[in-house]
């Protein structure tokens, strides 16, 4: 009877930006073989294109706009592994940056679920990369932050500290930084950047319709209004974004 069945395993699946081509071969070989997978919208048409209608779940948003509740995840993960399944939870990107990764491994651990994370290639770094934006450069900065644009920077309680991140001098990367771009940038230049700082934006990254917007800190927002750019959008700032001037002709096969 059911008792007697197996548990399965869940595999933690990074999807990479968007590019089939950019899947890992363990997690292109896992799409094929689970038995489910628990997916949202962000890795994006192709490769949900990939997994045939019935073997495939969205948590994501749901109609309505409304999330998935996280609990209604977890709970689907820890079920599907008792009925004896493999299940793959995939997510845009590597699954353990701003992916909630790391709530996940916990909740199958507690639950003894066998579990392995397979990373992917995180839209921080590849988003800025296929723009010709690399997020370090020798000449230009040694450091970049990855940081969430999601908060309220005028809220006492954000976790992310603005003046620390303008004093680094490095880059930074924001995800999930469409909506609050007006705050974030003031929040910079209040921080003493300069408002010359080059800005882009990297919307759909690899994506068919990837698109790319440039600005600086001054101007950034009304680019984003003028070209309409939408989540979801990688926002880098600092120096470096300056060189995909340099190569985009050549990127772009121009
Ligand atoms: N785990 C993901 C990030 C999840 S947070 C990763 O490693 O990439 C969601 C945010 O990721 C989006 O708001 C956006 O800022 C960014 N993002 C993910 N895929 C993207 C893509 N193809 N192009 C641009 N931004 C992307």
């Known amino acids: 009877m059911t008792d007697q069945t197996a548990v399965g395993k869940v595999y933690l699946v990074g999807s990479g930006p968007g590019d089939p081509d950019l899947l890992t071969v363990k997690a292109r070989r896992l799409l094929d073989e689970?038995?489910?997978?628990?997916?949202?919208?962000l890795p994006g048409p192709e490769i949900l294109d990939l997994i045939p209608e019935d073997r495939r779940e969205d948590v994501g948003k749901r109609a309505g706009g409304e999330w998935t509740p996280q609990e209604y995840t977890n709970a689907r993960l820890v079920e599907l592994a008792q009925e004896g399944k493999e299940v793959v939870r995939l997510k845009g990107g590597d699954p353990t940056v701003f992916g909630r990764g790391g709530e996940e491994m916990v909740t199958?651990?507690?639950?003894?679920?066998?579990?392995?994370?397979?990373?992917?290639i995180t839209s921080a770094i590849a988003g800025p990369a296929v723009?010709?934006?690399?997020v370090t450069h020798r000449d230009h900065v040694s450091s970049v932050s990855f940081v969430t644009g999601h908060e309220d920077p005028t809220k006492d309680e954000s976790a992310v500290d603005w003046d620390a991140l303008a004093a680094t001098g490095g880059t930074i990367v924001v995800l999930m930084g469409v909506g609050k771009l007006p705050d974030y940038t003031a929040a910079l230049?209040?921080?003493?950047?300069?408002?010359?700082?080059?800005?882009?934006?990297?919307?759909?990254?690899?994506?068919?319709?990837?698109r790319v917007a440039t600005g600086t800190l001054e101007t950034i927002v009304d680019v984003r209004d003028e070209e309409g750019i939408e989540p979801?959008?990688?926002?880098?700032?600092?120096?470096?974004?300056d060189q995909r001037e340099r190569v985009v002709e050549f990127l772009e096969g121009a």
């Open 232 to 241: 979801p959008a990688i926002t880098v700032i600092g120096a470096v974004a």
């Open 34 to 41: 689970a038995d489910v997978v628990l997916h949202d919208k």
């Open 131 to 134: 723009a010709g934006i690399p």
């Open 189 to 210: 230049r209040e921080a003493g950047m300069d408002p010359e700082t080059p800005v882009a934006l990297v919307e759909r990254a690899t994506w068919p319709d990837q």
């Open 108 to 120: 199958l651990a507690e639950n003894e679920i066998p579990f392995e994370v397979v990373p992917g």
